[in-house]
Structure formats: C-alpha cells, structure tokens
C-alpha cells in the first residue's frame, strides 16, 4: 500500500515524513496528523491516512478530532495567560477566586495544585454519569463541596476529568467567561488555531469518529477498587462513544473534549515554546513561559502510578520520563495517543492527532518516535 501523505514538510526533516507515512502502511495509524513549528514558524504539518477503518474516507486537511487530554494544555495556557496579566497568581488560595471552594477542608488549596495534580480532588465521591460532565454547574458544585482524597500539596494524583473543570471555574470567576470562549477569544482566534473546546454545530462535519483500541471504555484498575486510581477513573465511567454524540461535542470539559488537529495543537503551543510570542502574536512575557518549566511537584502520581514530574500543568522532561536531550521540555498527551511537546531550549512544539487508539493514557509509541525523528534532524 502506497500512502499518500499531504501537506508541507521542510526537506530538513524528510525522515520525519517518512516515519509518520510507514506508520499509516503499517497499520500502526489509520489517519493522522503531525506538525512541528520551530522558531515560532510552522516547518512540518503532515496529514494523511483515513477516517475509516475500512479507508474509504480520506483525512482531509481541516479534519479535527477529539484528543482527549491534550485538551489540558489549553486551559494551562489560559491560566498562564491570565497570571501574565496580573489576575491569576499560582501560589494564592483557590478560594479567594472562588469563595465556595473553601468547603471540605479546602481553604488554603493552591491554584498551583490544581494545575499540578495535587488538589486531592482526582475523582469525587458523589456518584455521576457521563452525561453529568455537560452540565457545568452541577460538576464545579460537587468538587467545591468535596473533601480532599489526600493532602494537597503532598502528591499528584492525575486529576483526569476534574482539572478542566477546576481551572475553567477559576478563570469564569475571573473574567466572567467559560473557559472554552475565553480561550476562543484570547489565544485561538489571535493565534489562528482551529481548536475548539465546546464544537459549534456548524463544524461537525469536518469531525473524524476515534476508533477504540478494546471496547472503547476507558482505562481503570480492577486491583482494588477502593484505590484512588480506581476511584478516579471509575466516577464517571468514559467511554469513547460518548465522543460521537452531539453533547459531548458541543460541552465545555476543558481535560477532555478539545477538538483540533496537530497543526492547531503546535500553534497554539507554540508563544509557549518561544518566550511567549509566535506567529506575530505576544501572548505573554518570556518570564511567565520560563515559569511552567519549575517543578512543582514530583515522584510516584498516586493515579497514573508511575514517577512523574509537573510544572504548571504540563508534565515535565526528566530522567523518568526522557523526551528530549534538553532540559527545558514540557508535554502532555491524550488518551489514545494525540501529544504536545514543548521545548524552550530548541523554541520547537510539535503535536500528534490520530483517530487510531493505543490504550495509553498519555501518548504512545507513534508520537515519541516521530519527535525523536524530528530530533535527530536537528542534530
């Protein structure tokens, strides 16, 4: 089978190129997308492949899909780009944006936890569906009435589906906007992006359907049920097929139903990588940028159980977690496979979106072997 990748790729990394069009041979992707900008410029945006498991629709240039988590990267910016503007600081109380938070033994909660994982509030203990997550206010009503599941500050404890609601609560109270407009209107419409959390009806069609690795439920642990992982992941149950349907598209939950494609991903990323400014956009100053690369909290996450390292919001490059030969690295991922990476040292982002579900909740294989292509390009 001979693949016709399309898009522009500088010949600088025509190796990547040729990764990401084996990796559709192969049966490795069905369709997908990768970009690259460096230096604030898009150098690579590949797209190729199909919408369909029997190849019978192409992946077209403007398809966008759900990736899951790598939602997550933009409310980081978000917040990042208020406390740039002086109305957000990391280190202040939750409560003092959001008075009710204070409930539950949650007064003096940082909102560096929440950004990093620490809040103790992974999960909630008053039953909910899936359905439960499109209504805003029944979701940020239970977690300010919610107890801690474990000290915060102490430990990260992947905060799966709450986080987004979490930041998206601060910045309503802010600025008065869900989160999903406040990031249409400051950072997706300046930076151009076709990124979208809460999809406009009139952009359905350009949707590609994620195609589930098992059958499409999301990961858990059967190990013990009263864990905090199981507990997280298990309240509510997701599944894939929830992102067929017409709700969960046109929700605002900003850890989980962004829709985009990698060349939207890289852009948005991209002030982030560049001291704050891409594309003749000045996002935010090179001094709130450098600030996501301070470690805010590390060791074994009490949900992902695996040693893990967070700034603000973004995971971070490290022993444990090796993505780049450089130090100021930052990234996240969806579950399935789509991926952002950061990095201040190279002024690179690069992003993966597919339709083809690996079972890993924070990329996979694919995305890690095109960026390490990308690298090896740069010498």
Not at 70 to 98: H, I, Q
Not at 232 to 248: G, H, L, M, Q, R
Not at 300 to 329: H, K, T, Y
Not at 346 to 360: D, E, H, R, T
Request: hydrophobic residues 45%.
């Amino acid at each position: 089978m001979v693949v016709e990748v399309e898009g522009y790729c500088d010949e600088k990394f025509a190796n990547v190129r040729e990764l990401f069009a084996s990796n559709i041979e192969k049966d490795l992707d069905i369709g997908a997308s990768f970009a690259l900008t460096v230096d604030g410029e898009m150098v690579i945006d590949l797209w190729g492949g199909h919408l369909d498991e029997a190849r019978t629709q192409p992946w077209q240039e403007d398809t966008i899909v759900n990736v899951y988590s790598t939602t997550k990267t933009m409310s980081f910016l978000c917040a990042l780009l208020l406390a740039d503007r002086g109305e957000l600081n990391f280190d202040a109380n939750v409560a003092d944006y959001w008075p009710e938070f204070a409930a539950a033994g949650k007064k003096n909660v940082k909102v560096w936890h929440i950004m990093a994982h620490a809040a103790g509030l992974s999960g909630m203990d008053v039953p909910v569906t899936s359905q439960d997550l499109y209504d805003w206010n029944r979701i940020v009503e239970l977690l300010a009435g919610q107890a801690p599941w474990w000290e915060p500050g102490t430990a990260s404890g992947y905060h799966a589906i709450t986080q987004g609601y979490l930041i998206g609560e601060i910045v309503r109270r802010i600025t008065g906007l869900s989160l999903g407009t406040f990031f249409q209107q400051e950072i997706a419409i300046p930076l151009a992006a076709d990124f979208h959390i809460g999809v406009p009806e009139s952009e359905f069609s350009r949707i590609g359907n994620l195609i589930p690795a098992g059958d499409g439920s999301a990961p858990g642990t059967e190990d013990d049920p009263d864990s905090i992982a199981s507990r997280t992941f298990k309240n509510p149950p997701i599944s894939v097929f929830d992102s067929y349907t017409e709700a969960w598209r046109k929700a605002e939950i900003p850890a989980a139903n962004g829709h985009g494609n990698a060349r939207a991903v890289a852009r948005l990323q991209a002030p982030l990588a560049c001291g704050g400014s891409a594309f003749g956009v000045d996002l935010f100053s090179r001094a709130t940028a450098e600030s996501v690369m301070k470690e805010r909290i590390s060791g074994v996450d009490l949900v992902l159980a695996v040693p893990m390292a967070f700034g603000l919001g973004f995971g971070l490059n490290s022993s444990e977690v090796p993505l780049s030969p450089n130090a100021n690295v930052c990234y996240w991922g969806g579950w399935g496979g789509s991926s952002v990476l950061v990095d201040q040292d190279a002024s690179l982002s690069a992003s993966f979106v597919m339709n083809k579900m690996f079972a890993g909740l924070l990329g996979d294989v694919r995305s890690y072997h095109l960026v390490q292509a990308v690298y090896k390009s740069l010498g």
